[in-house]
C-alpha cells in the first residue's frame, strides 16, 4: 500500500554572523566582522545531514566577501544546499535604500555568493524582515523567482521595542531601525505563499509562516524563547503550530537561525538576546525534537522546491500533494 502522501514544509536558515547581530544592537566591534561560522556551520550541516535534510541557506554577502570564510560556506553548497541572497550590509533598513543603492546591494552580495559558493541565488530575504514595493522591483528585474522576506505578526512592534530597550542606540540609529522587525499591519499579510504583483512584474512570496489566525511567530528561535519557560510549553506550542497548518492547509515556512544552533558559552558577546542563556546542547535536544514533530506531518524542502511546489517530487518519485 502506498505511504500518505505529506504535505510539504520548507526550512531555511538565516545565516546572520555574529558581526550581523553587533551591528544591529550598536556595537561598534562589529566592523572587524567577528564570525561564529566555522564553529556553527559544522554542526548545522551534521544536523540536516543526519536528517538527510536539504534546505535553503540565505547568506549574507559581507560573510561570502571575505576569502578566510570561502571554505565553509563552500562546504554548504557542497552539501547540496540551496544558496540565497540575505543582502550584502545586513542593514534592516534595506527599505530606506535608493534603488539604484538596492541595485548596487544585489549585484554585490551575488557577486560575492557566487563566488564563494558557486550559486548565484534566485531567492532573497531582507535582514531583519525589511522589504519594500522598491526591493521586490529590483529583485525582479534581476530575475529572482521568490522572496522570503514577510513575517505576518502583530508582535513585530513588541520585539522591536525589546531591541531597542536593549540596545545601545542613539536617536539617528533608532531612527533607521523603526520598521525593525516590522509594523502591526503586518499581522494582517497573507501566510500561505501568493504572487507579490508590481507594475514591474511579479515575485513569488513565500512568507515566514506564522500561526492562522492568531499569527504568532513558532521560528525556532521563538521556540526557543518558550522553552526557556518552561519545556513542556515549547513542544505544546510546536505541535499547535504544526496542526493548525495542517488544519489550515498552510505550507509552513520554517525559519532557523544560527543562535539557535549555539549556546552562551560561544557567543558571550550576544548575552542581550533571548535564548542566549541556554547551553548548546540543550538547544540541540530541543531542535531534534521539533524536527521529530515537524517531519512527522510535512515533507520538508527548501524554498525552491516551495516556490515551485506543484513540480515537486519525493524520493519515491511520487507527486507531493499541496494544499495551499
Ligand atoms: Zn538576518
Redesign the pocket.
Known sequence: MPLPIKPIASVSL???DKW?YMKTHGDPKWSEFPSYLPIVVPRVLEFLEKRNLKITF?I?GQDAALERNHAVLRSIADAGHEIAN??FH?E?WLHLYSEQDIQKEFESAELAIAKATGQRPIGF?G??FSISETVIKVMISRGYRYDASTLPTFLGPLARAYYFFNAKLDPEEKKKRAKLFGTVSDGLKPIKVYNWKTAAGSVTEIPVTTIPIVRTPFHLSYLIYLHGYSHFLSSLYANIAFGACGLAGVNPSFLL?PLDFLGREEAPELAFFPGMTMPSNEKMKLADRIFTALAQKFTLVCMKAHASKGEITQDAGAVVGVRS
Open positions: 538565516d545565516l546572520d550581523t540565505f549574507v540575505h543582502s545586513h534592516p530575504r535582514p531583519g537561525h
